[in-house]
């Protein structure tokens, strides 16, 4: 099955949308990151950076949660445009 | 009057109303304290019904009893080392997906649970009705719409409270299931868990958390229950990891 590369979360830009496909992590990290809302199949809105481009605030099932890009790094997806 | 209290514990998402209902509960009999904002250390008050007085505490909001944050230890201590009567899992009722996430965590832990479906004031402002009957028969324990700011549902959730402490509602706490490589894994760990715990703790949650490699349970293991780590929690932990 021919398949665009999966883009990382952490590429995406604010005002985009992002589904994710998987978590490339194990443990603890992993289990936090699907906790705030981050598991495949769900609807990511990147909504800003912060002044020093670290963390980024997401939308992700009605709340917003802030991720360094040291974990948004992990979790991949499909860049699905603007809101 | 009763001389027995019973405690009840509130836990649920940050930001969901639990501080708010812990004030009006405790605001019907006497005024502890008013912990705005957001709650770090867990606040105890008191409240009366019917006769019947009751401890509350007020834990910190966490979107996990797993991942090992301090507040997140904090509630899960509470939960399964405070024992308290009842727990109340106070979720925003706007944003079901994500709050039910904790309220499943709750279930593995113990079958005294409340469900608080608060902010429904704020869910019947976006046009959401929520079916509370089927949710609470799917979750198998009650279900209590509420809208704490406004003091709304607050005789109806005392009212459950009272019946549960008095064992008069019996709970079927839906169990999720995992793979069948774990529910075997589970299957094994089970008679072990009992015979280290015994019936004081819930063996299927401790199995869980130790198939996990949760570390941090042991250690809260160890410093409440000195005798589970006789030799027990070592050969536990020793069979989790060959299992
Ligand atoms: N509309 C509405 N707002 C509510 C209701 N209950 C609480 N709030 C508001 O929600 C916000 C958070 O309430 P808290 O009681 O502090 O929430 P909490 O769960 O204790 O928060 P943490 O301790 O941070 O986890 C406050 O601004 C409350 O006034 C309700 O039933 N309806
Ligand atoms: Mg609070």
Known sequence: MARAKLARLSDAKPGERFRITKLEIEGTMKRRLLD???????EITVLQKSPLGDPTAYRVSYTTIALRKEESDHIYGERIGNE | MNKKKYTVALAGNPNTGK???FNVLTGLRQHTGNWPGKTVIHAEGFFTYKNEEYQIIDLPGTYSLYSNSADEEVARDFIIFGKPDVTLVVLDATALERNLNLALQVLEMTDRV?????????????????????LSKKLGVPVVPLAARNKE?????????????????????????????IEEKITKLLPL????????????????????????LLHALQHHRHHFFREGSAHACHCAKSI
Do not use: Q
Request: charged share 25%; with cysteine; hydrophobic share 45%.
């Open chain 1, 36 to 42: 705030l809302g981050f598991v495949p199949g769900s």
């Open chain 2, 19 to 21: 501080s708010t209902l």
């Open chain 2, 114 to 134: 409340i469900v608080c479906l608060n902010l429904m004031d704020e869910a019947r402002k976006k046009g959401m009705i929520i079916d509370t009957a089927n």
């Open chain 2, 153 to 181: 549902g607050i005789e109806e959730l005392l009212e459950t409270i009272a019946r549960m402490v008095h064992g008069e509602i019996k709970t079927t706490p839906l169990a999720v299931s995992y793979s069948r490589a």
């Open chain 2, 193 to 216: 868990v009992k015979e280290v715990v015994g019936e004081e703790y819930p063996a299927r949650w401790v199995a869980l958390r130790l198939l996990d490699g949760d570390t941090s």
